[in-house]
């Protein structure tokens, strides 16, 4: 099949999945004939197919593979990707991202603080691990901009942090109401003065270690965890933190992670633009892009009809500005075009 011939099938394929509200990869330019004598090697241990490299990606980088790490990875072992992926820069930005999104630190509320945007870097240089990575997100700011006043305060940190529902535990939070005004007293078993005082107690509680790695593992495994696994999990990372990076790996080379990829997942909308842009443009959004096309998808109770409305622009206007070339990339034509449709509608 010639390039023109070989895009549009794509196109096509691309234009289906996403109007059913999934993505598909766009594919990789044709790559040499391999080598015969690599068709003698045995097969790598998990080897990775588009399925298996898609949600690796998407899991551990919030988008999918780019055309060239597509080319790179298949057929290659599970294990060398996590090898390869877990752990960098790159990880961890996501990583960080997913952190805020789950405190709701976006938009207006989105940290500008020099030490929240350093938390990649001091974790890809093991300067900090995530229990102080979480702490930093909870004294800065934005987190007590976002939960103004003890009341809302104590109850976040109860409740996100430790798993604490502060219904079954009104003295706790009545406790830590006093502490944060300046009070002394004991919250969850240690002693405190302080707003952050509150915010220690919490982050070096077992109750978070357990709290934390139970979302992490939902949020790459779709499940939850067996209890056993999860309580060696918390005890090994309460006394060494770092430890959390084996957990991720452990958890995406697990059976658990690979009877997950039999059953389609809708992401979420931040998830969703990003990996539409890579499908269809090869690049990532901007942050004005993904923060507008995001707010406008989150806005809706029903999603599916405005993403397919983006996939089929972003499809069509991609094709138009290439002239039929396979490889073209005018995509700042077609976003300007879509963000033009979202201004007069949306937002």
Not at 20 to 47: C, F, I, N
Not at 89 to 116: A, C, G, H, M
Not at 186 to 208: H, M, N, P, W, Y
Request: aromatic share 8%.
């Amino acid at each position: 099949m010639n390039g023109r011939g070989r895009q549009a099938g794509w196109a096509t394929l691309a234009a289906g999945a996403l109007l059913a509200g999934t993505v598909v990869a766009r594919p990789a330019a044709p790559q040499d004939p391999a080598p015969p004598e690599s068709v003698t090697k045995a097969p790598p241990a998990q080897p990775l197919d588009d399925g298996s490299l898609r949600a690796a990606y998407l899991d551990l980088f919030g988008r999918p593979p780019f055309a060239e790490e597509r080319a790179h990875w298949l057929g290659r072992a599970r294990r060398e990707l996590c090898d390869a992926l877990i752990d960098n820069t790159e990880y961890w930005k996501q990583w960080l991202e997913e952190q805020l999104y789950y405190f709701f630190l976006i938009d207006n509320f989105r940290p500008e603080s020099e030490r929240v945007a350093a938390i990649p870097a001091d974790l890809t240089a093991h300067k900090l691990n995530v229990r102080e990575a979480i702490h930093r997100i909870a004294l800065c700011p934005s987190f007590d901009q976002r939960n103004p006043g003890a009341d809302t305060f104590v109850t976040v940190v109860m409740e996100q942090l430790d798993g604490i529902k502060v219904q079954k535990n009104a003295r706790e939070l009545e406790i830590g109401k006093a502490i944060y005004d300046g009070t002394p007293g004991t919250f969850l078993g240690k002693s405190g003065t302080s707003q952050a005082d509150i915010v220690r107690i919490a982050v070096e509680d077992k109750a978070f270690t357990e709290t934390f790695l139970t979302r992490e593992y939902k949020r790459l495994v779709r499940r939850e965890p067996e209890r056993k696994a999860l309580n060696d999990w918390a005890r090994r990372c309460q006394r060494d933190p770092s430890l959390y990076t084996a957990f991720v790996r452990e958890w995406i080379l697990s059976v658990e992670w690979e009877e997950r990829l039999a059953h389609p997942i809708d992401q979420p909308n931040r998830l969703f633009v990003r990996a539409m842009f890579v499908d269809l443009l090869g690049r990532l959004p901007d942050d004005d892009e993904a923060r507008r096309l995001r707010t406008a998808l989150d806005g809706l109770s029903d999603p599916g009809p405005l993403r397919s409305v983006l996939a089929r622009l972003l499809i069509d206007k991609s094709e138009e500005e290439a002239g039929h070339d396979a490889w073209a990339r005018s995509d700042r034509a077609a976003i300007g075009f879509v963000g033009q449709l979202l201004g007069h509608v949306y937002i």
